[in-house]
């Protein structure tokens, strides 16, 4: 069975760690671009001043830039997540939002810089926005990108 954005968005929603830390993971584009991912801050997701618990945060923005980066590479390409960083803004109430951007344009210039087995270290930023839009925290992942070894050996 192929995935597709809509199963692996119900899919993620409904993973364990997702499921039960208030994770929703709301869609995939069709051309796996964009992405967006809810968190609601409940009883099991907030610290102990009632705000969202900032590993809730971290949690959230994991795994969604370096997806997109896979799906729009495809099996030829190593791809994940590497590192993060968080800076909170302003305490997180209700339902917090985080918007994945990964042009085709950005996939391409990785694929080419990855390509003959380079190692790519890239860089994506995104914003943890509350239901009134105010900024919440600062996110910035490092995805790792590698052509697979067997495909650069074919080539050459």
């Known amino acids: 069975m192929r995935i597709t954005p809509r199963r692996l968005a119900v899919g993620m929603s409904l993973w364990i760690p997702n499921l039960f830390s208030g994770i929703r993971v709301r869609r995939f584009s069709e051309d796996w671009t964009h992405a967006t991912v809810e968190l609601h801050v409940n009883l099991f997701t907030r610290n102990y001043v009632k705000t969202a618990f900032g590993g ?35 305490p997180g109430r209700g339902v917090l939002t985080a918007e994945f951007e990964v042009s085709r344009e950005h996939a391409e210039r990785i694929r080419e810089q990855a390509r003959g087995g380079a190692k790519v270290l890239e860089w994506f930023e995104t914003v943890i926005t509350d239901s009134e839009g105010d900024v919440v925290a600062r996110v910035r992942r ?14 050459g």
Not at 74 to 84: E, F, K, L, N, Q
Not at 145 to 153: M, S
Request: hydrophobic letters at 45%.
């Open 56 to 90: 809730s945060m971290s949690a959230m923005t994991d795994p969604y830039f370096f997806m997109l980066v896979m799906h729009q590479l495809g099996r030829d390409y190593v791809v994940w997540d590497t590192r993060g960083e968080i800076e909170f803004v302003k």
């Open 142 to 155: 490092e995805v790792y990108i590698r052509e697979k070894k067997r495909v650069t050996a074919a080539r």
